[in-house]
């Protein structure tokens, strides 16, 4: 028996990526389980050692605990050292070593929109991990700009020199003349209206013009603020739904070996919805 997790604070109750890693398991007769794992502060390397001691054979992390997973690792892929952030442990040989699959699926989910970044300038909200892997995937893709925000503009500030970007302050979204940005990604875990007033000014006031897209990596939010904005600029919308399902395809092959399709676990998502 294969047991595979996901690494969170109390929103790995919330996550999808159980009953989809499941039913892919069992829908390829692998036998295994894939199961939240509550966090508590503090307890991170706890969990992280856990790992080895149970053998558990690969697992997500997601918020908060991207970033500060990085050092209690035995090594990191390549893409995972650029970025600073990791979104899944492979345990090898009794070896943890960190990957981030949210740059290769950010990346598969705008690709498969058809969306062309040549030439574009694209702002981020966000400083945490999943922002790091977006900044990384989009100048893969060629963007032309890519401006950071975040609510501590030190933070924007230290991102965007260590991936070689803008930062840009929320009070500049707000009160600077009209600032370009063809496409915006929202990193950070708010998508919905009252939950912060500075997001919520964010989405409602900024000076941001040609937007073409909004992409907002949350997903099963039935009422959006990032929607909201997009569709007040004329702009599409997309939730992280599909880039979820690609990074777990990436995922799953890096714990299992196989190749499984990415519709197959955007129809884990459906029938579990």
């Not at 009070?171 to 912060?196: C, F, H, K, R």
């Not at 941001?208 to 004329?234: H, K, M, P, S």
């Not at 299992?256 to 459906?270: I, K, M, Q, S």
């Amino acid at each position: 028996m294969r047991v595979f997790c996901i690494l969170s604070d109390h929103r790995a109750f919330w996550s999808k990526s159980p009953a989809m890693h499941n039913a892919v398991l069992k829908r390829h007769a692998i036998e295994g389980i894939y199961l939240p794992f509550c966090v508590a502060d503090g307890r991170l390397p706890d969990a992280v050692r856990g790992i080895r001691a149970l053998n558990i054979t690969g697992a997500n992390v997601t918020v908060p605990y991207k970033e500060s997973v990085v050092p209690l690792l035995d090594s990191c892929s390549e893409e995972a050292t650029a970025v600073g952030a990791v979104n899944t442990i492979l345990n090898l040989d009794d070896k943890l070593i960190g990957e981030n699959t949210d740059v290769g699926g950010f990346m598969d989910a705008l690709g498969s929109l058809g969306y062309d970044l040549a030439g574009k300038a694209a702002l981020v909200i966000g400083t945490g991990g999943a922002a790091r892997a977006v900044v990384h995937g989009l100048k893969k893709m060629g963007a032309n700009m890519i401006l950071v925000a975040g609510r501590d503009s030190a933070k924007a500030r230290r991102l965007a020199w260590q991936l070689d970007c803008l930062d840009v302050s929320f009070e500049q979204l707000w009160d600077y003349d009209d600032i370009v940005a063809n496409l915006v990604v929202n990193t950070t875990t708010i998508s919905i209206p009252g939950e912060d007033f500075l997001i919520d000014d964010l989405a409602r006031t900024s000076h941001i013009v040609e937007c073409e897209l909004v992409f907002d990596i949350n997903y099963g939010r039935t009422r959006n603020l990032w929607q909201t904005f997009a569709e007040g600029r004329g702009a599409q919308f997309v939730d992280g739904i599909s880039m979820l399902a690609h990074q777990a395809r990436r995922s799953f092959y890096l714990w299992t070996g196989l190749e499984v399709p990415a519709e197959e676990f955007l129809e884990a998502l459906e029938e579990n919805s």
